[in-house]
């Protein structure tokens, strides 16, 4: 394969690093007070060995923001915090409980964890007064994404309003944001669930253990199997079963289901996913099966 | 840029990727093709397929309707069309692929213009019973003015005209006419049906007269990799990286996408405006250095003098550089409901650049339909296209579009609202 060199062509993970380190470059340069929002999951952990790759040797030129749902799988916020000690950055916490506490979110005993993040988030955005936020969100995770943009304008509140979205043409992303609003930044917005993996496969990208087969007490819950922990306990009628599990998707443990798996390294991951017949957030999410719309409706309120 | 590696970790990883957009009427069958190109490729999982299976049958269709898969917002999904840019993704072991799946409506020219801008390739359909629309050359207009580089124009519902060789000889005939007014470098014309899968992704055997590729084959096959100026380097200079750190203590990089040409060390550059020039002495992607850099590639390179270079300037070879100019001669397609007027003040962001623009004149408006230019316009109106002269307050150091996309291209902002308002691709430089 001579010709490559040739003809100068990238690979396609190649050019979507390029483009990721661009667009972070691009924030970095032009937003006052940008900051990275990390979940500890694959793609926000993704997002931080791009950024990383950006600004190399420098350290990042912004924060590392972390919402705390007190629901977090301890496995993640370990290599959340192998993270942010191998680059050295700095990690703000919003917590859902000390929001709750403060009265910025209310916890009416119906709302999910997933849900009071919105409030507890935006209320972080504010206080510390960020400009732009970098998403781990992909447009091929879900039909809502598919139209949003790489910049992603929110309102005073906010709000992603789908209609009146700014054109993104070329390279040229357009940063303007008036006094209170904010921008919300999707460097992986090209990437799908395979990119993101044979990335990590590629750059041997240290993520947490829940992603990888291991044994876990489970309990089998409206055709998800979540994890038991203080945070889910059986109901009537449900027990306790230790299965060989891995998360596809890491949200807050009451939500996020794990799939009977035996992948236990990265290429078998890929070669599961690479026959899976569901999406990562079909199989695994609660969060998104209320209604078909269900996406749509937590992004317009400031989801990510 | 190795040799790629066949082992099992490894597919997915020395693919290329081709960006393609398309256009076509509400009734073209576009998401239907989109849908089957998805479901074909296994892009679509079960979960969404069983959620438009589930739609189909509630609504009383006969078929599963592929075209559910693709309107992703509610409000589209009630008026049954598609009212903004969504992008799709699906990979073949040869390819992996982005969809820029724009919107044929009329009005929404806009939508067109944004998804071409960073289209490898333009798929137009247009439906077999009627022949070319208005529409179909109004889409084939867009993507050459927006120098796509190659061009398929998918006639489809092939099984609906009996797979009529005829009927596709007579638009074949009608389009080759038309599109030697555009530019189109490349251009392919295949007779398919979305619904049925006729020469979607394999040959279909109801058209034994069709000899080419199916669309899948010439998608996978097309060849991309020259399209880029690989002779005139340009760097435009993103983010000034200085780590400030006792191992890097004196470490000063220029990081930037390589918009153009092939960097090396060693090399002799300018940097403009300044005119200060250079060599180049090292050229970094993270932690290694490289022996060369091309577009699209983001890298930080390092010279040999310690100049003053800053965010906006541009890095190019010394006997090949961008004439730095305050006046601009543009195609400009207008966005926002407030038309484009003379004199009227705007911000111009221009590769990594920005600065103030003054509307000097507009002279004249094209006719996307007809290729007609009507002068004497005193403004361009939403969705219309038109030639413009602009004074900037700072020098643009661009090339014309039509030898490079990114130095030739720049978005048009309005100082109040933020909007971005317009797109210009850039004819000469004064």
């Known amino acids: 394969m001579t010709t490559m060199q040739m003809e100068y062509r990238l690979s396609q993970l190649d050019q979507l690093e390029a483009e990721s380190i661009h667009i972070f470059r691009e924030v970095a340069a032009e937003f006052e007070k940008p900051v990275l929002m990390c979940s500890g999951g694959k793609d926000s952990i993704v997002m931080l060995r791009l950024a990383e790759k950006a600004f190399y040797p420098a350290k990042l030129p912004f924060p590392i923001l972390q919402v705390d749902t007190g629901f977090d799988f301890p496995e993640v916020l370990e290599a959340r915090d192998r993270w942010v000690a191998r680059l050295g950055a700095r990690l703000v916490v919003a917590s859902v409980d000390e929001a709750i506490r403060r009265g910025i979110v209310v916890d009416d005993g119906r709302t999910s964890r997933n849900r009071l993040q919105i409030g507890t988030l935006l209320n972080a955005i504010e206080e510390n007064g960020f400009t732009a936020a970098f998403g781990g969100g992909r447009r091929d995770e879900e039909k809502a994404r598919a139209k949003e943009r790489i910049y992603s304008h929110r309102d005073e509140f906010g709000q992603w309003d789908p209609k009146n979205q700014r054109p993104e043409l070329w390279n040229l992303y357009n940063g303007r944001i008036r006094p209170g609003e904010h921008m919300r930044i999707f460097p992986l917005s090209n990437w799908t669930e395979l990119d993101v993996w044979h990335y990590i496969a590629r750059e041997r990208i240290d993520i947490p253990t829940i992603y990888y087969a291991h044994d876990r007490n489970v309990i089998a819950r409206d055709g998800m199997l979540l994890s038991a922990s203080h945070a889910v306990q059986p109901r009537d009628g449900e027990k306790i079963e230790r299965r060989r599990v891995r998360f596809r998707t890491v949200g807050d443990m009451t939500l996020t289901g794990c799939v009977e798996s035996d992948a236990d390294n990265v290429e078998k991951i890929i070669e599961e996913i690479s026959v899976a017949r569901v999406t990562e957030r079909g199989a695994t999410r609660g969060d998104d099966r209320f209604s078909e719309a269900a996406m749509e409706d937590r992004k317009k309120e400031g989801y990510f | ?430």
């Open chain 2, 1 to 430: 840029m190795t040799t790629p590696n066949t082992a099992p970790e490894a597919v997915g990883t020395g693919m290329d990727l081709l960006r393609f957009a398309t256009a076509g009427s509400v009734d073209d069958g576009k998401s239907t093709l989109i849908g089957r190109l998805l479901y074909d490729s296994k892009a679509i999982f079960e979960d969404q397929l069983e959620a438009v299976e589930a739609v189909s049958e509630g609504r009383g269709y006969e078929y599963t309707d592929l075209a559910l898969l693709t309107d992703g917002l509610r409000s589209e999904r009630e008026q049954g069309i598609t009212i903004d840019v969504a992008y799709r993704y699906f990979a073949t072991p040869k390819r992996k692929f982005i969809i820029a799946d724009t919107p044929g409506h009329v009005q929404y020219t806009r939508n067109m213009v944004t998804g071409a801008s960073t289209a490898d390739l333009g798929l137009v359909l247009v439906d077999a019973r009627k022949g070319l629309s208005e529409q179909s050359r109004r889409h084939a207009v867009l993507l050459s003015l927006l120098r796509v580089p190659h061009l398929v124009l998918a006639v489809n519902k092939m099984d609906l005209v009996d797979y009529d060789e005829a009927t596709f000889t007579r638009i074949h005939a009608e389009f080759t006419a038309f599109a030697t007014k555009l530019n189109i470098p490349d251009l392919t014309m295949i007779p398919i049906s979305a619904l049925k899968g006729d020469n979607v992704v394999s040959r279909s055997e109801n058209m034994p007269w069709y000899e080419g590729p199916s669309l899948m084959h010439h998608l996978e096959n097309v060849h991309v990799a020259s399209d880029r100026d690989l002779v005139s380097a340009r760097l435009p200079v993103q983010y000034v990286i200085r780590p400030k750190s006792d191992d890097f203590h004196d470490f000063r990089g220029y990081a930037g996408q390589i918009a153009g040409g092939v960097m090396k060390p060693g090399d002799e550059v300018i940097v403009l405006p300044s005119g200060f020039t250079s060599k180049i002495s090292s050229i970094e992607l993270f932690d290694r250095e490289i022996a060369e850099a091309f577009p699209p590639m983001s890298v930080t390179v390092r010279l040999t003098d310690d100049i003053d270079v800053s965010r906006g300037d541009m890095i190019a070879r010394v006997n090949n550089a961008p004439k730095p100019s305050q006046d601009i001669d543009a195609m400009v397609c207008w966005m926002t409901n407030k038309p484009l007027r003379q004199g009227q003040k705007l911000a111009v962001k221009h590769t990594t650049r920005t600065a103030r623009a003054l509307v000097k004149d507009i002279q004249y408006r094209l006719d996307i339909n007809t290729l007609h230019r009507d002068s004497d316009v005193g403004e361009l109106a939403l969705n219309e296209i038109g030639r413009v002269r602009l004074r900037t307050t700072a020098p643009l150091l661009c090339d014309p579009y039509a030898r490079n996309r990114t130095t030739g291209s720049f978005i048009l902002v309005d100082e109040v609202t933020g909007v971005t308002v317009g797109a210009g691709m850039i004819n000469d430089v004064a």
